[in-house]
């Protein structure tokens, strides 16, 4: 196509074709030829239960070798009826098993689960010792499904722009703050995104506030006020401050919303949008209120 037919093209609203669904396919047919396969889980079965266990050390990696020997001695008829098993789930269930082994990596285990691990977790751990490849399509998995969500969240935000003659060092910090609490919002950790847009505007706000009353109200809250604390500062000294009093309301807001994440729980995807909006908001104002 010339590139005059491609600015047509794109005129006209074309969209660049990103087929999700294609991706989750072409991961699972790069995984399915990277994962052990049928044979191999067999193999090693027959060989556990023909007591011909140790013709695996030439073939596998030292570390695999040496878990799987520590469950075969440990349990043998749990160790051969474990590959069995996993060669009848080829090789959907190694994916299945890996994403699990991820979630227990982000919630509490009782001790009595850590202490019970059933033979497919060791067996997949042994599996993955060498390069963690099942380990990392657990991951991508994961990740190619916050692709659609992350997208739609991201169509109810829009840019913050602000006009401060701050120094761009001064405001290096509250730039990091709202990067991160964007993230959250986009990736579901609305009580994170919540936190964060909190710290966001409580760090813009001790940047902004004048050197002598910043040192009045470090020692006044003992060098750790709150965005509650400052946002009273503010509101007794807008004068002082030279702060725009319309950066109250929606400081305010977030200042609540993320009260509300640290001390009364989860947050829903309403209320961790609003809170960065109203945070984006509030920079706006206080950072171009020079």
């Known amino acids: 196509m010339s590139r005059l037919g491609i600015a047509v093209s794109w005129s006209r609203g074309a969209s660049v074709p990103i087929d999700i669904r294609h991706l989750e396919d072409e991961l699972a047919r790069m995984t399915a030829a990277e994962a052990p396969g049928r ?33 075969y001695r440990r ?16 090789h959907q269930g190694f994916i299945r098993h890996a994403r699990q082994r991820l979630t227990h990596l982000t919630r509490l285990l009782p001790a009595e689960e850590a202490g019970g691990k059933p033979a497919w977790q060791e067996i997949q751990r042994a599996l993955d ?4 490849d099942l380990l990392r399509a657990a991951i991508a998995f994961e990740l190619i499904g916050l692709i659609e969500p992350a997208v739609e969240r991201a169509t109810h935000l829009r840019e913050c722009v602000v006009a401060s003659a701050a120094p761009k060092s001064s405001l290096a910090e509250a730039d990091r703050y709202l990067d991160e609490a964007t993230r959250c919002y986009f990736y579901g950790l609305y009580t994170a995104c919540a936190v964060m847009c909190r710290s966001v505007v409580e ?8 050197a002598e009353l ?26 002082l401050t030279g702060i725009d009093a319309g950066f109250l ?4 807001k977030v200042n609540d919303v993320g009260r509300k994440a640290v001390h009364q729980g989860l ?15 509030a920079l706006e104002i206080l950072l171009s209120g020079d």
Not at 249 to 252: D, G, V, W
């Open 203 to 210: 760090e813009a706000v001790k940047q902004k506030l004048p």
């Open 214 to 239: 910043g040192m009045q109200v470090e020692r006044r809250y003992r060098n750790t006020p709150t965005l509650g604390n400052l946002l009273h500062e503010v509101n007794n000294n807008l004068r």
């Open 39 to 71: 044979e191999f889980c067999r193999a090693v079965a027959e060989l556990a239960e023909q007591e011909r266990f140790h013709e695996l050390e030439a073939v596998l990696p030292a570390a695999a070798y040496a878990e799987m020997e520590a469950h």
């Open 249 to 252: 309301r929606p400081a305010n």
């Open 267 to 281: 947050l829903s995807e309403r209320e961790a949008r609003e809170c960065l909006q109203n945070a984006r908001q």
């Open 75 to 90: 349990d043998p008829v749990g160790f051969i009826s474990g590959w069995r098993g996993l060669a009848e789930e080829m």
């Open 129 to 132: 010792a060498h390069e963690n």
